[in-house]
């Protein structure tokens, strides 16, 4: 079978290439093409485009840059139609996703939908556009299919990929790692301030407002895979400031605590047992629009799993200096943190075992068989 693969950012690309794999392994002439990243490619597809050339984010970004955005999604009709898939399998990434399914179902494709776009949040209307033109949904969280199901929608729970991608990595050496990476014996606070370059102005300045509050600690930058030492660089103006690329789940595995940007990765933090406070700023015009579209109690998927405010969000204004030391002090506090660890452990369990992407896969390849 021919497959066709469409992720929009870092997590996608993981989760893309996991789906990959389990393709190949029950599929095994599959040919599969993919706008994703290094790791889809590296995975057995053929990368046409990568995530990192597309990366506009919020609502202002996106309208300014709306031309640069309608080519490629002209380019990648067009590649599609050559390509002419048996499956069409789209990664979130919903503003890029849906606009193609919609041209795509009436073209005559199959199309599959996994991790579905957040329509759970905000504009829920788009459900009709999914009902329209997207044959098959997986979901990876548990409130997801609840949710459509009020819509009539069928969907398919699949449990999350999180899981199988961390519980397959590897216990790492603690001082074998400092050591290769020149940090000293200091605990690691890690900071993981996003993936996309606008955010990671918006939110690096930020979190290290704190640096010299906590000497006992070391703070390490998680590098994306995406973006040049160059480019943090002017960020790194302190002794307790380090930085790694590309290494993040290696650096949860060690840390003691961590700052994060609302996304994937406030979920991989939790699901790594480290305690955190998630962070988030946008630029003013993306944050208004957003506050009047959103209607969820929540912006981390942690706190969206749980239904309840087990890890603090320091949201736009509240994302300043003094909350982000008092929250910081809080999740370093020996009794705090042993509760939030509990929360995390019931949080894992309600996200389901292992096994999402080879369910994904079989689900895929079955329905292609009919």
């Known amino acids: 079978m021919k497959y066709y693969i469409i992720a929009g950012e870092a997590s996608g690309d993981l989760h893309g290439s996991n789906l990959i794999k389990q393709i190949l392994l029950k599929d095994d002439q599959a ?3 993919c706008w994703g990243g290094d790791l889809m490619q590296a995975a057995g597809a053929t990368l046409v485009s990568h995530y990192k050339e597309r990366a506009f984010m919020g609502f202002a970004e996106i309208i300014k840059n709306l031309s640069s955005v309608l080519k490629f999604i002209d ?3 067009k590649d599609i139609a050559e390509f002419r898939p048996d499956a069409l399998i789209f990664i979130d990434n919903s503003g890029f996703n849906l606009r193609i399914a919609k041209w ?6 199959k199309t599959f939908y996994y991790i579905s776009p957040q329509v759970w949040a905000s504009r829920p209307g788009r459900v ?22 009020k819509y009539d929608y069928h969907v398919d729970y699949v449990g999350h990929p999180l899981i ?5 990595r ?6 074998t790692f400092k050591k290769q990476h020149d940090l000293d014996s200091k605990p690691i606070i890690a900071l993981l301030p996003g993936s996309r370059k606008q955010e990671i102005t918006s939110m690096l300045a930020g979190m290290l407002s704190v640096v010299n509050d906590f000497p006992d600690y070391q703070f390490v930058i998680a590098g994306a895979p995406s973006q040049d030492y160059e480019f943090y660089a002017s960020f790194i103006t302190n002794k307790n400031i380090k930085f790694i690329s590309n290494k993040t789940y290696d650096l949860l595995n060690i840390a003691t605590a961590a700052l994060v940007t609302s996304g994937t990765a406030t979920l991989e933090t939790a699901l790594f047992k480290v305690p955190e406070v998630v962070c ?14 959103i209607t969820l109690k929540y912006i981390s998927l942690v706190n969206l799993v749980m239904d309840e405010e087990v890890v603090t969000e320091l949201i736009q204004e509240d994302f300043n200096y003094k909350n982000i030391k008092k929250e910081l002090e809080k999740i370093l506090e020996p009794t705090y943190r042993k509760k939030l660890l509990s929360n995390y452990t019931i949080l894992e ?11 994904t896969a079989s689900l895929i390849i079955s329905e292609l068989k009919k």
Request: proline fraction near 4%; hydrophobic fraction near 35%.
């Open 280 to 293: 988030y700023k946008g630029s003013w015009l993306s944050y208004q629009i957003a506050k009047r579209i």
């Open 164 to 168: 199988d991608a961390i519980q397959s």
């Open 31 to 33: 040919e599969i093409r």
């Open 75 to 77: 380019v990648c009709k």
């Open 349 to 359: 369990q309600k996200l389901g075992g292992v096994g999402a992407s080879e369910k």
């Open 104 to 109: 795509a179902k009436p073209a005559g494709f």
């Open 170 to 175: 590897k216990k790492i050496d603690e001082a």
């Open 128 to 149: 009709e556009t999914i009902k329209k033109t997207v044959d098959h949904m997986y979901v990876v969280l548990p409130f997801v299919k609840p949710f459509y199901e």
